[in-house]
């Protein structure tokens, strides 16, 4: 049986992982009944599916969360995507001097999904793969402001907000002020609120199917704001070239 030009026990099971995933990651029977509107016999039996392939897990409690096969597969969809973006951040790393950085949110997470380094002896490296809070990060702060208020509060909230150093934020009120500023701006700066001496410019990646950020980061020094002022029309470009490479993908 078939919805428009596709399976809709397809579109049906990915609503119910998109919906878990809206939710926080977790759902009862009753939540994803509510926000698919699908009967119960037929939630079951496509949750009975996807656990039993390991992309759902059924909880102690009879929830529902994420399995770990889901895993794999978004840790291989963000290395296709962090090597189509690459060429376009090498360019940036070598017009601008500084790390260039491409990154996405994932289960609350900001992660690093393509890196071009620096040139020079002193530089930023940030491995491919790795997860930061969004709170202290300037991608992590940019993909924020992509979303709603009430999502930014539903996921501080899960992942609290250490401090990474003094300058962190740590209060919602604060951040999402600092949100507002952003969206008005078009622009974040981590202004070492990640890791001492080091400051970061980063811009959204324009109808990216997940939140995404573009950056440019380096020592403070070098990095400044007059340095910033030259950086951002290159990273807006950037943003649109990594855009137009997604849409290609599609």
Do not use: W
């Not at 360019?91 to 001097?97: K, Y």
């Not at 002022?229 to 943003?239: K, M, N, S, W």
């Amino acid at each position: 049986m078939t919805e428009g030009n596709g399976v809709q026990s397809v579109d049906r099971a990915i609503d119910l992982l998109e919906i878990m995933t809206d939710l926080g990651g977790d759902a009862g029977l009753s939540e994803l009944a509510a926000s698919s509107g699908l009967p119960l016999p037929t939630i079951h039996r496509l949750m009975r599916t996807l656990v039993g392939r390991g992309y759902a897990r059924q909880l102690p409690s009879r929830r529902y969360t994420l399995g770990p096969r889901l895993i794999r597969l978004g840790e291989s969809a963000g290395r296709q995507l962090g090597s189509g973006a690459r060429p376009h951040l090498e360019r940036v790393a070598r017009e601008l001097g500084e790390t260039a950085n491409m990154a996405m949110i994932d289960r609350d997470m900001a992660v690093y999904v393509a890196q071009a380094a620096s040139p020079h002896s002193m530089r930023m490296f940030t491995e491919v793969g790795r997860r930061v809070y969004c709170h202290s990060t300037g991608v992590g702060k940019m993909v924020l402001a992509q979303l709603p208020d009430t999502t930014v509060r539903e996921i501080v909230a899960r992942t609290g907000m250490p401090p990474a150093t003094e300058a962190t934020i740590t209060n919602v009120e604060d951040l999402l002020a600092e949100l507002d500023k952003i969206r008005s701006q078009g622009y974040a700066v981590d202004d070492g609120e990640q890791e001492i001496g080091v400051r970061c410019f980063a811009v959204a990646v324009p109808d990216a199917p997940t939140p995404s950020a573009v950056s440019v980061s380096g020592p403070a020094a070098r990095v400044t704001y007059e340095f910033g002022e030259r950086a951002l029309p290159v990273l807006h470009e950037l943003a649109d070239q990594v855009a137009g490479q997604l849409l290609s993908a599609r």
